[in-house]
Nanobody, 119 residues
Framework: VQLQACGGGLVQPGGSLRLSCAASRSILSINAMTWYRQTPGNQRELVATVDSVGRAHYGTSVLGRFTISRDTAKNMVWLQMSSLRPDDTAVYSC??????????????WGKGTQVTVSS
C-alpha cells in the first residue's frame, strides 16, 4: 500500500491542524490505519488508529484533542488536531497494517510530515 501524508506545518499553541493520508487501495482491506509521531531521540508514539470497521483508538496524550476519521470511498484518513501544544511537535507518519495473503502481517509507511507547535 502506498501512502501519501500531508498537512503538517507551523501552528501556534492552542491552534488546530488537519493531517491527511491517502492510500493507494481500499482502506476497507487494511486492518488498521494509524498515525504515529516521533521526535528525535524518542520512540515512535501511537497517536490514533482506526480499524477496518471504523473503530478508533487514541494515545492517552491526545485523547479529547485529536480525532481520526476516514472516507472509505476516497481511501483517505485524516487526523484533526486541536488544542495543540508544544509537546505535540513531531514528525507525524501514516501507517497501514494489513494481512498479506491472509497469513503474514505487513506494514507500509507514508513519508512523515512535520508538525511544529510554537509561538
Amino acid at each position: 500500500v502506498q501512502l501519501q501524508a500531508c498537512g503538517g506545518g507551523l501552528v501556534q499553541p492552542g491552534g488546530s491542524l488537519r493531517l491527511s493520508c491517502a492510500a493507494s487501495r481500499s482502506i476497507l482491506s487494511i486492518n488498521a490505519m494509524t498515525w504515529y509521531r516521533q521526535t528525535p531521540g524518542n520512540q515512535r508514539e501511537l497517536v490514533a488508529t482506526v480499524d477496518s470497521v471504523g473503530r478508533a483508538h487514541y494515545g492517552t496524550s491526545v485523547l479529547g484533542r485529536f480525532t481520526i476519521s476516514r472516507d472509505t470511498a476516497k481511501n483517505m484518513v485524516w487526523l484533526q488536531m486541536s488544542s495543540l501544544r508544544p509537546d505535540d511537535t513531531a514528525v507525524y507518519s501514516c501507517n497501514a497494517h494489513y494481512l498479506v495473503d491472509g497469513r503474514t502481517w505487513a506494514d507500509d509507511w507514508g513519508k512523515g510530515t512535520q508538525v511544529t507547535v510554537s509561538s
